[in-house]
């Protein structure tokens, strides 16, 4: 059951899939958290695996940076091997001043500045939104073990390098914070019926001028990983 970016057979993935935009991050969360993590995917270095957690199947493989590269993951995860949820557990800069670094956000809808809907030819401006019922239980679980956290506008953005710096416009209209992938996720997961969310560790504040390590982009965020897990 190939397809062009995932060498897998049918089956090997569980229903949920964790995925975070870095293959070692991927690695870190099978080997901490799963029970009997296999390697299911190793296509272009993009770690693919599948275990148990608390008894039952999770997956969790890798999307690369941006949302090309989302695009296509999460596309053949739900239409070629049944996954019916994809949580991105992912990192991202925040606009708002009451964010710091490890605080959590998690992405009702996503703006962007991508054409990547450009391909429904629909009437009008599609808005990509999560599936409530995971934005629901992960702000629960983010109430349960005492984690800052908000829920709202993410912008997924094509540009980590901006040559006008316009980024801070978007915190005008309430938007949270910035990263790179949830608007594709977004997307598919509405054009195939199935279940998305987005949850952010702010690894960069925008306004207070705040950096995480890479180490600590790698490994270090456990709190969103943790309720990603729970919800899986």
Not at 27 to 40: G, N, P, Q, S
Not at 91 to 101: A, I, K, N, Q, R
Not at 201 to 213: A, G, L, P, W
């Amino acid at each position: 059951m190939s397809t062009p970016h995932i060498a897998a057979e049918k089956g090997a993935f569980a229903k949920t899939v964790l995925m975070p935009g870095d293959p070692l991050r991927s690695e870190f969360i099978a080997k901490t958290y799963l029970e009997d993590a296999v390697l299911v995917n190793d296509v272009r270095g993009v770690h693919g695996y599948t275990g148990t957690y608390n008894g039952k199947p999770v997956s969790v493989m890798a999307s690369g940076m941006g949302q090309p590269a989302i695009g296509i993951y999460s596309y053949e995860l739900y239409n070629f091997f049944d996954v019916e949820s994809i949580i991105r557990v992912g990192t991202c800069g925040t606009y708002d001043p009451e964010l710091h670094l490890k605080d959590i956000i998690i992405a009702m809808g996503a703006c962007t500045d991508s054409n990547f809907a450009a391909q429904y030819r629909l009437p009008g401006t599609f808005c990509p939104i999560a599936d409530f019922e995971l934005v629901r239980r992960a702000a629960e679980e983010c109430e349960r073990i005492g984690v800052n956290y908000k829920v709202g506008n993410i912008f997924s953005s094509d540009h980590f390098y901006e040559d006008d710096h316009s980024g801070l416009t978007w915190a005008k209209m309430g938007v949270l914070g910035v990263e790179m992938e949830s608007a594709a996720l977004y997307c598919n997961a509405a054009r195939a019926g199935k279940r998305a969310l987005c949850i952010c560790t702010v690894s960069d504040s925008i306004v207070h001028n705040e950096r995480s390590t890479l180490e600590e982009r790698q490994s270090a965020f456990t709190q969103m990983m943790e309720v990603a897990l729970r919800l899986a």
